[in-house]
């Protein structure tokens, strides 16, 4: 067992490679799966647990080491720069102030993501992550934890869920999930207000979770410098920062659960959680919405409730079929047959920066969709069908007389009980197929070519 490892209750995990549960011999506190042999880590106490186990630190150490090396060079190059003789007194202030606040930082960083975690620093490699993959959100610590400006974005952004939460939520009993928690910040200010038996935090961004664990469950704080690149005229300019949290529970906290791992392989098991919130989430995920809605149903528990907020800001290389409207994504949740309760949409400013003079202000969509309580899949005829569009829902039994004497139709063909969707019969033809083939739209075309052919006008 792994001592002092930050589990959370482990009847709501599963092996993130073969879903396995914690009886078919997923061991959360061993860190392994022997059902499928994947053994995983964990970074300062928090379980990494990633479909691909331990190659999942390869590919951080191997993203981290770039990181540490341009911030060197960074430091390196501003004091070469400070040497030379025609700066004028303010920026070479300005020069020194900021090598300082780098250093604060990289310090900082080195001690908490590299000293106290135990990772090591790799050379880029085929594994390495986006550059940007560490360096993108790193804002939301500021945001989060110091900026007085976070503190009244925070507070909005957690009373639009309050809004849309349920009362009463089971006197408390309940699970929460927290999609892609951040900097931790609105999942620790709503576990506080609701006060649930579990909060799971997941984000695949380690070093957010590590300092959403210092602050929140360790109540540390830790000194970053704010040297983002928009020194604006007037402004306050270049500061360090105390990031501490403000509302300190070392109670609350044990039963606020940090996890490291990626959405579209969620080490989490079905029917677990009361209550799932998807904050700021369902549009970068890397998944398309579909997938995403699905995956939220097979968590929640009969009865349960989902609550996303956030603009629909899809990225590259989200293709354009996939950036689904407010209108299609509420039509995905009908056919899951969710049902959606309450919606508004707020223009709110996102992420204002005491030193930055610009304002970003984005659309929030926020809305509550229910998860029915006898959880009985109503299956209504639609064209195209709706467990063709959701495709974890089941596909209806059918007989066939003749069926084209192909394995892989007649596999399929096999699997189609009432009982077992689209994504399932993927999940057990996919062995036979390169890890490329995208299993489910070869599914989808079998059934549509030769088991439910379009009905012919
Ligand atoms: C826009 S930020 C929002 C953070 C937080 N919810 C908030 O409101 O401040 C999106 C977060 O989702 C995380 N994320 C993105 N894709 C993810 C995935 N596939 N699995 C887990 N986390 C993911 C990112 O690391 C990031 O912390």
């Known amino acids: 067992m792994y001592k002092d490892l930050i589990s959370p209750p482990d009847l709501l995990m599963c092996c993130p490679a073969c879903k396995a549960s914690v009886y078919e011999g997923f061991e959360l506190g061993n860190l392994q799966c022997s059902r499928c042999n994947t053994d995983f880590f964990s970074i300062d106490n928090i379980p990494c647990l990633f479909a691909n186990g ?77 550059s940007e993959f560490f360096s993108g959100y ?19 952004a957690l009373q639009r869920l309050l809004a849309n939460i349920e009362e009463p939520l089971n006197n408390g009993e309940i699970n ?19 006060k649930p038996q579990a909060t799971v935090a997941l984000d695949y961004n380690p070093i957010l979770s590590i300092f959403a664990k210092r602050l929140i469950r360790d109540g540390e704080s830790v000194r970053l410098g704010d040297t983002r690149p928009y020194p604006q005229s007037g402004q306050i300019g270049l500061q360090d920062y105390e990031l501490k949290c403000s509302n300190p529970d070392k109670d609350l906290a044990k039963s606020w659960y940090p996890l490291a791992a990626d959405v579209t ?41 989902w609550v996303n907020s956030g603009p629909l800001l899809y ?20 056919l899951s047959g969710m049902e959606f309760q309450d919606e508004r949409h707020d223009l ?77 019969i993927a999940s057990v033809i996919e062995d036979t197929f390169s890890p490329e083939c995208d299993c489910v739209e070869l599914v989808i075309g079998l059934i549509d070519e030769y088991i439910f052919p379009r009905e012919k006008n």
């Open 54 to 130: 331990k190659q999942q630190k390869h590919a951080w150490e191997s993203t981290l080491g770039p990181m540490f090396d341009q911030w060197r060079t960074t430091i390196e190059q501003n004091t070469q720069d400070l040497k030379r003789r025609d700066l004028i007194s303010a920026l070479r202030g300005r020069l020194a102030t900021m090598i300082q606040l780098d250093k604060t930082t990289y310090n900082t960083f080195q001690d908490l993501i590299v000293n106290k975690t135990g990772l090591t620093m790799r050379p880029a490699d085929q594994n390495s992550l986006d």
């Open 138 to 156: 790193q804002s939301l610590l500021f945001r989060d934890w110091c900026w007085e400006e976070g503190r009244q974005e925070n507070n909005d």
């Open 315 to 334: 990225m590259d290389p989200m293709p354009y079929v996939l950036r689904y409207t407010f209108e299609e994504i509420k039509e995905f949740i009908a």
């Open 176 to 194: 929460v999930l927290i999609l892609g928690s951040g900097a931790g910040r609105l999942g620790w200010d709503l576990h506080c207000t609701l």
């Open 348 to 424: 709110v400013t996102y992420l204002k920066a005491p030193n930055d003079n610009r304002i970003t202000q984005e659309e929030v969509w926020t809305f509550s969709v229910r998860k029915p309580k006898d959880n009985q899949y109503k299956g209504e005829h639609h064209e195209p069908p709706d467990w063709m569009v959701m495709t974890h829902i089941p596909v209806p039994e059918i007989k066939l007389e003749e069926l084209p004497d192909h394995p892989i139709i007649i596999e399929t063909y096999k699997n189609i009980n009432g009982k077992n969707s689209i994504n399932y």
């Open 265 to 305: 392989s969620a080490p989490l098991n079905k029917n677990s959680f009361d209550l799932i919130i998807s904050p700021w989430f369902v549009d970068v995920c890397g998944q398309e919405m579909r997938d995403t809605i699905a995956q939220i149903d097979t968590w929640l528990k009969p009865g349960g409730q």
